[in-house]
């Protein structure tokens, strides 16, 4: 069976090894993130509508959850926000009634849970990760260029009401980028939202391979530190490298063989080595991660975005 909406299981630096779910089109997003590793919003929206065929989705995860894998997580995310996919709750109902032995997590960018209706979809996932970059609006606008409907209060006070009526795992993402919201100010701002929102764990990301800008550059690891320093939380988990292929069963080796063959012979970009191994994006981002950082492949910006090259 061909996949078009599942894709992994993958190995994810946060979730262990999960089963993604792209409930959206490339690239269908409420943000345009300076950062984002899927590359430029080419359809900037909220509104919610059933993006996919949603039969479509349940049959594949179906098919992949009756052979019983090994997984962290059954995980929503992909190509755009997951919840601007109105069927999202009758997915989680499906893998609750028919697979229970499997946890449910949501990667969202959080600017939706003004919306009552999405916030009652989402209040039977087990874990929901929703990103809170910045508080302040001139920092909101640099990094996450929202739909032109959102403003950083509506968007934060929107989580801090999903965060009031939600029984599960709430894990709040930031992502550090220098000379933005890295500032005390901005912190100290970030800080009474987290008051707010009272996450159970804050998980501090960072640029792990170029973003949707040229000059976005990530923190170092001195920086992240003095940053999750400032933060009033008692539970601060700062992302780190990718796992290796040889520590992380949920690597393919054949999958890996194929896109060293593929940029060996000639540069690629994110899109050709999609359209060649015919994986889903995510799936290719987290082996393009492994691969650059262990020095088998690297990366410059061209023309058409980033190319990947075989390391001589």
């Given at each position: 069976?061909?996949?078009?909406?599942?894709?992994?299981?993958?190995?994810?630096?946060?979730?262990?090894?999960?089963?993604?779910?792209?409930?959206?089109?490339?690239?269908?997003c409420s943000y345009n993130c300076i950062y984002c590793e899927s590359g430029k919003t080419t359809n900037l929206t909220v509104e919610r509508k059933e993006y996919v065929p949603l039969d479509d989705v349940i049959a594949e995860l179906d098919a992949v959850l009756r052979t019983h894998p090994?997984?962290?997580?059954?995980?929503?995310?992909?190509?755009?926000?997951?919840?601007?996919?109105?069927?999202?709750?009758?997915?989680?109902?499906?893998?609750?009634?028919?697979?229970?032995?499997?946890?449910?997590?949501?990667?969202?960018?959080?600017?939706?849970?003004?919306?009552?209706?999405?916030?009652?979809?989402?209040?039977?996932?087990?874990?929901?990760?929703?990103?809170?970059?910045?508080?302040?609006?001139?920092?909101?606008?640099?990094?996450?260029?929202?739909?032109?409907?959102?403003?950083?209060?509506?968007?934060?006070?929107?989580?801090?009401?999903?965060?009031?009526?939600?029984?599960?795992?709430?894990?709040?993402?930031?992502?550090?980028?220098?000379?933005?919201?890295?500032?005390?100010?901005?912190?100290?701002?970030?800080?009474?939202?987290?008051?707010?929102?009272?996450?159970?764990?804050?998980?501090?990301?960072?640029?792990?391979?170029?973003?949707?800008?040229?000059?976005?550059?990530?923190?170092?690891?001195?920086?992240?530190?003095?940053?999750?320093?400032?933060?009033?939380?008692?539970?601060?988990?700062?992302?780190?490298?990718?796992?290796?292929?040889?520590?992380?069963?949920?690597?393919?080796?054949?999958?890996?063989?194929?896109?060293?063959?593929?940029?060996r012979r000639r540069p690629c970009t994110l899109d050709d080595i999609v359209k060649i191994t015919g994986l889903h994006s995510n799936e290719v981002n987290k082996y393009l991660s492994v691969l650059v950082a262990e020095g088998k492949i690297t990366e410059a910006r061209g023309e058409r975005?980033?190319?990947?090259?075989?390391?001589?």
């Amino acid at each position: 069976m061909e996949y078009r909406y599942i894709f992994g299981p993958v190995p994810s630096r946060r979730l262990g090894i999960s089963l993604g779910i792209d409930l959206i089109p490339q690239k269908t997003c409420s943000y345009n993130c300076i950062y984002c590793e899927s590359g430029k919003t080419t359809n900037l929206t909220v509104e919610r509508k059933e993006y996919v065929p949603l039969d479509d989705v349940i049959a594949e995860l179906d098919a992949v959850l009756r052979t019983h894998p090994k997984l962290d997580f059954v995980t929503y995310a992909g190509s755009g926000e997951p919840t601007l996919h109105s069927g999202i709750s009758e997915v989680t109902r499906f893998v609750k009634e028919n697979y229970p032995e499997y946890k449910t997590a949501l990667l969202t960018n959080g600017s939706l849970f003004y919306d009552e209706n999405v916030r009652r979809d989402c209040l039977d996932i087990d874990v929901v990760i929703p990103s809170l970059d910045c508080a302040g609006e001139t920092e909101f606008k640099k990094v996450d260029r929202p739909h032109r409907s959102l403003s950083v209060a509506t968007v934060n006070d929107g989580i801090a009401k999903f965060a009031s009526e939600y029984a599960g795992q709430l894990w709040l993402e930031i992502f550090v980028v220098p000379g933005i919201n890295d500032t005390d100010e901005e912190i100290a701002r970030i800080n009474t939202e987290i008051a707010k929102i009272r996450p159970d764990k804050i998980q501090l990301n960072t640029l792990d391979r170029p973003g949707v800008v040229d000059w976005i550059r990530p923190a170092d690891d001195r920086a992240m530190q003095a940053f999750a320093d400032k933060l009033c939380h008692d539970n601060i988990e700062i992302a780190g490298k990718p796992a290796s292929r040889s520590s992380n069963k949920a690597y393919s080796g054949d999958t890996s063989g194929v896109i060293l063959r593929t940029v060996r012979r000639r540069p690629c970009t994110l899109d050709d080595i999609v359209k060649i191994t015919g994986l889903h994006s995510n799936e290719v981002n987290k082996y393009l991660s492994v691969l650059v950082a262990e020095g088998k492949i690297t990366e410059a910006r061209g023309e058409r975005g980033v190319f990947y090259r075989y390391a001589e």
